[in-house]
C-alpha cells in the first residue's frame, strides 16, 4: 500500500506482499476497509510513537526548538506518512477516516498539554490558547511536510517550524521572547 498509494493495492497484492492466504487474510479482515482501518491505526500508532520521543520537553520554548530540530532531521523530504493518508483514503473508508483523524487529534493534544504546562508555571501570557496555539502548530507541521516531499526539500518545512517557533516566542514571558527560534534562511534576491 505505501509503495502504490491505497487506491492501487489490491488485496492480491497484499497477499502477495505478506506471503498471506485469502482465507488467512479474510480470517483477520472481513474487507479491504477493514483492513484499512487497521493500517491507519498502525500508521498512527507509530507516528505517534515518534513524536512521543521527540516531543519530550515540549514544555519550554528551548524543548520546542528541539522538537522542531528533530523534526526537520526526521524528514527529510519525505512528508508524514499519517499525513498522506488524508489525501490516499477513500471517503467510504470511514473507519480509516477516523483513526487518522483520532491520531492527528491525539499529535495536537500532545502539544497542547506542553503549552499547557509552559502557561500553568506563568512561562506563556495570559492570552495565550495552547490548544490554538497547538493547532495551529500542527497546521504549520502537515503543510510544510507536504510541501518538503512535493519540493524535495526540507526548506518549506523549516521555513513553517521557524514561523511556528516565532510565533510561540511572541507569547513567552520570558525578556528572551523568540530565544532559540530557528533563524529563517533569506534567500538571495533573484532566486
Known sequence: MQS???????????MEASGASKSQLYHY?????????????LQATR?????????????????IRKWTEALLLLSRGQGCPLGALVYQLPRTAKGANKEVAEGMEAWRRRMENGLANMKARGELADEAEPAEIALAMLAAVQGGLLLSKSS????????ALAMALEHVGQLCRTSHGSEGAPQRRRKPAGK
Open 4 to 14: 502504490n498509494g491505497i487506491s492501487e493495492t489490491t488485496l492480491d497484492q497484499v
Open 29 to 41: 479482515f472481513e474487507d479491504k476497509e477493514e483492513l484499512l482501518r487497521e493500517a491507519s491505526a
Open 152 to 159: 524535495k526539500s526540507n526548506r518549506p518545512l523549516e521555513i
Open 47 to 63: 507516528v505517534l510513537g515518534t513524536q512521543d520521543r521527540i516531543l519530550e520537553g515540549f514544555d519550554s520554548l528551548l524543548g
